[in-house]
């Protein structure tokens, strides 16, 4: 069993690497609505070279968050557009 420090350590690189991770695609997806202008969220998998759903949507949360992106529903999918 792991102390209580040695988890609490494990738990602080683990989210350090996942935001370092996270930044990354968030840098990726920006510069693939400003290079492109708005896509959708299959295009914009593809522009940004983002690898799966999973961290497509990690990043544009990120985004969101930040107030950098708007989402637009469109059928079935989204618009991501920079604000």
Known sequence: MLSKKTRYNKLLRFKKIMNEKVGT????IWTALNENGALNTKDLKKAAKVKNDKDLFM????????????LTEAEKDYIVALN
């Open 25 to 28: 695609i968030a840098g990726q």
């Open 59 to 70: 990043g544009l949360g990120w985004l969101l968050r930040e107030d950098k992106v708007a």
